[in-house]
């Protein structure tokens, strides 16, 4: 059965850091593209792309909300994938999930295009 577990949110303050990160139970890890969105409090908010890192090395996209600050990353020898995120803004308030589809770049900033999630972390960062 497939799992993505992530963990590592909290609260924290504006302008500081939090390390996300996704443990998956996926066979062949290394051919999977891996992607965090988020989805922030309030009626009508819609999960939104954060990041996506490539099976291929170096393919990877940010949203232009946290490029410069968030970097994504993943270590297929232990079936991780990470969230580094820096400069924390209140709006960056989030439930913050981690998706992933295997061998497939096609839409990745489309939350159809992957085909299993995480149950997600909450992030809030207060001003």
């Known amino acids: 059965q497939v799992q993505l577990v992530e963990a590592g949110g909290g609260l924290v303050q504006a302008g500081d850091s939090l390390r996300l990160s996704c443990a998956a139970s996926?066979?062949?890890?290394?051919?999977?593209?891996m992607a965090w969105f988020r989805q922030a409090p309030g009626k009508g908010k819609e999960r939104e792309f954060v990041?996506?890192?490539?099976?291929?090395?170096?393919?990877?996209k940010y949203a232009d909300s946290v490029k410069g600050r968030f970097t994504i990353s993943r270590d297929n020898g232990k079936n991780m994938a990470y969230l580094q995120m820096k400069s924390l803004k209140p709006e960056d308030t989030a439930i913050y999930y981690c998706?992933?589809?295997?061998?497939?770049?096609?839409?990745?900033?489309?939350?159809?295009?992957?085909?299993?999630w995480g149950q997600g972390t909450q992030v809030t960062v207060s001003s």
């Open positions: 996926l066979q062949a890890f290394n051919s999977y593209t």
């Open positions: 998706g992933a589809e295997p061998l497939s770049w096609m839409d990745v900033t489309s939350r159809g295009h992957y085909r299993y």
């Open positions: 990041a996506a890192i490539s099976w291929i090395e170096g393919v990877i």
